[in-house]
């Protein structure tokens, strides 16, 4: 189709021609027929050239985590048998990356290729399509042009934000939280493991440890454990009604990032760990590198639902067989539900953390106390902290404030 350019062009030289044939004028009628065959010769030549165009998009790296710059590269290769004329080129960027990248070639002669890039720096963690790429064909004198999409379309995964969390550290060395510090032999039934924990309400007084107890001044349990199945749990709370606040400040924002920054610390520690919802398990358990990928690429994309659960998955959690390591709970209710819910895992897991969002709620801070003396360890985010400085500061990641599965090492018994 013709631009604004030729479109002026063709009427002046329609005009001209008339005017020529009104006033006799030959040569004022062949500038005007001149005119006209312009803009038709340009029209040909975008409109039906031989060129053929192939797109190629790669995106470097593929996943990044929020605000990182990431690469885009095009390459251009022109497979037909004419010559590409001058070339206008946008790639398509969904609105929630920032940037309209635009480039022009001037023309692509047969068998040749061209390579651009641009640099895209996320803000928020999504899936992102880009793609297709725009191209635009116009003449050297602007006065026609023609348009088409190329090159499909790429995806691009922004992770949360992963802030690193340390575990304690005890006099001397490092410990890490896979290495159980109460995992011991139990003696008489040889490759059996046990944990120690303190003694809540409810436990089998015919499981104390009385060594243990004495040298505390706490009744400790035993709690039987398989050996090296260090696994943690974490939880979040995913309810709509349950969050509030949009964007990088909203309760939703800060818990998956939390969330993600948990599975980073287990993943370094060796532990096996898995994710809940209130919808039930949307990760099962597993190690290693691979499944911190996975883990990433799950909560990209989580989106906070309408429907509840989020009790029953506390209480699910109560009532599953054998005992278990790290239970981390991620949530901005500290509702009765979810307080007595804390505290009934207590009874199965080694250690129960909540990690509260609950800066909107004006008894917050005596609900965290509560539930703190049912045994439960917090580690409360106000609407600005940033999380690994909350955690430093709380019991959970200040070996001297507990003592716990991450806390000092008992006797071997």
């Not at 350019?5 to 500038?31: M, N, Q, Y």
């Not at 924002?253 to 993943?267: G, K, N, P, Q, T």
């Not at 360890?377 to 599965?405: N, Q």
Request: aromatic share 6%; hydrophobic share 40%; with cysteine.
């Amino acid at each position: 189709m013709p631009t604004v350019r030729g479109a002026a062009v063709a009427v002046i030289g329609l005009a001209l021609i008339a005017l020529g044939r009104l006033l006799g004028t030959d040569g004022l009628a062949e500038v005007g027929f001149g005119l006209v065959v312009l803009v038709a010769a340009a029209l040909v030549v975008v409109r039906f050239g031989r060129h053929d165009l192939e797109v190629t998009r790669r995106v470097r790296p593929e996943r990044v985590p929020a605000r990182q710059a990431v690469r885009v590269y095009l390459q251009l290769r022109n497979a037909g048998n004419g010559r590409a004329p001058v070339l206008l080129l946008e790639d398509g960027v969904p609105g929630g990356l920032a940037g309209r990248p635009r480039f022009t070639l001037m023309g692509l002669e047969p068998g040749g290729e061209r390579e651009v890039s641009y640099e895209l720096r996320p803000a928020r963690r999504g899936r992102y399509e880009l793609g297709p790429l725009r191209i635009t064909y116009t003449d050297p004198f602007g006065l026609a042009k023609a348009r088409e999409r190329r090159g499909g379309r790429s995806a691009l995964l922004v992770h949360p934000r992963v802030h690193r969390l340390t575990a304690p550290t005890e006099v001397g060395h490092y410990r890490s939280p896979a290495v159980t510090a109460l995992r011991q032999l139990s003696g008489g039934r040889g490759d059996d493991f046990y944990t120690l924990r303190e003694y809540v309400d409810g436990d089998d007084l015919r499981k104390v440890h009385w060594p243990s107890t004495a040298k505390r001044g706490l009744y400790m349990i035993r709690q039987e454990e398989t050996p090296w199945q260090a696994r943690a749990t974490v939880v979040l709370d995913d309810r709509a009604a349950a969050h509030h606040g949009a964007g990088d400040g909203g309760t939703f924002e800060r818990a998956v990032e939390a969330c993600a920054s948990l599975a980073d610390l287990y993943a370094r520690s060796g532990y096996s760990f898995r994710l809940l919802t209130s919808a039930g398990e949307a990760l099962p358990a597993a190690r290693g590198h691979d499944h911190f990928r996975r883990w990433l690429d799950l909560l990209a994309e989580i989106r906070p639902h309408a429907g509840d659960g989020f009790a029953a998955t506390l209480g699910r959690l109560q009532l599953g067989p054998g005992a278990e390591g790290i239970l981390a709970v991620v949530t901005p209710d500290l509702g009765p539900e979810v307080a007595a819910g804390l505290g009934g895992c207590r009874r199965r897991f080694r250690d129960v953390l909540l990690v509260s969002l609950a800066y909107g709620d004006p008894g917050g801070a005596a609900a965290v106390r509560a539930i703190a003396r049912s045994g439960v360890t917090p580690v409360v985010l106000g609407p600005s902290d940033d999380i690994a400085r909350a955690w430093r500061a709380s019991p959970a990641g200040s070996p001297g404030r507990r003592e716990g599965s991450w806390g000092q090492r008992p006797a071997r018994v």
